[in-house]
């Protein structure tokens, strides 16, 4: 069985600083790993995968993450908040190989982000 | 615009009705996603086609609900005799599956309330 924790149920961070999202994962083999964001009364936005290759993956928005294979770490970063920021971030898996093709999803992680 | 579209947005039915939605994919994906999230949850997987073909179902799929998709375009999913449980957000989501395996595109989902 696959399973994401996010272990914050909220993060808040000033405008202009860092921030960091944090999700562990766990599944049978290679990960792939995936981040959306939810804004209210709204459908998932895809903001970027991990599937092969460079540990670091940037995505939409000034999003990057890092995949951690010791740890089964895979924490959403960003250099410099902007209020627009602030939503409801999911972090997903799913397993790269076998008859299993949908995501496993977090609890979500609601970011607010300060003025 | 070409991504998924999900209809109705919202339905308000009394208990014990029936009710369908529909999901209309983008156009080249061949695989088809329903997940249910409730308030402060994460999307909750419920069943997956590849094209025609209904791969995979949740245990939370109880005998009350079907899906079709029954051309490997465009997806229903039927619940029938409704319970107040069911109240949810049921979003669709669409994928190009093989080789050049993608992300999952999320529609921005029906909001279900049973009263």
């Known amino acids: 069985a696959q399973s994401v924790a996010q272990p914050e149920d909220q993060v808040n961070v000033a405008e202009g600083n860092p921030l960091t999202v944090k999700c562990t994962y766990s599944v049978s083999g290679n990960p792939y790993l995936f981040w959306y964001v939810q804004y209210p009364n709204r459908g998932l936005q895809f903001l970027l995968k991990?599937?092969?290759?460079?540990?670091l993956v940037k995505g939409s928005y000034g999003f990057e993450a890092e995949f951690n294979k010791s740890q089964t770490s895979f924490h959403l970063k960003k250099p410099s908040a902007l209020v627009s920021d602030s939503a409801l971030y999911f972090c997903?898996?799913?397993?790269?190989?076998?008859?299993?093709?949908?995501?496993?999803f977090g609890s979500g992680t609601q970011l607010t982000v300060l003025p | 615009d070409t991504g998924v579209s999900q209809d109705p947005r919202h339905k308000i039915t009394k208990r014990g009705q029936n009710v369908t939605f529909r999901c209309d994919p983008i156009?080249?994906?061949?695989?088809l996603y329903w997940y249910r999230q409730t308030l402060g949850q994460g999307p909750e997987f419920l069943t997956y086609f590849q094209n025609e073909a209904q791969l995979e179902k949740s245990r939370l799929l109880s005998d009350r609900f079907s899906a079709e998709r029954p051309k490997g375009s465009f997806s229903t999913l039927e619940i029938q005799r409704t319970e107040q449980g069911d109240s949810a957000m049921y979003l669709c989501?669409?994928?190009?599956?093989?080789?050049?395996?993608?992300?999952?595109?999320f529609g921005q989902g029906t909001r279900l309330t049973v009263v």
């Open positions: 156009s080249e994906h061949n695989r």
């Open positions: 991990y599937i092969t290759g460079d540990n």
């Open positions: 997903a898996v799913r397993a790269s190989s076998g008859s299993a093709r949908q995501l496993t």
């Open positions: 989501a669409s994928s190009l599956g093989g080789l050049g395996d993608t992300e999952a595109f």
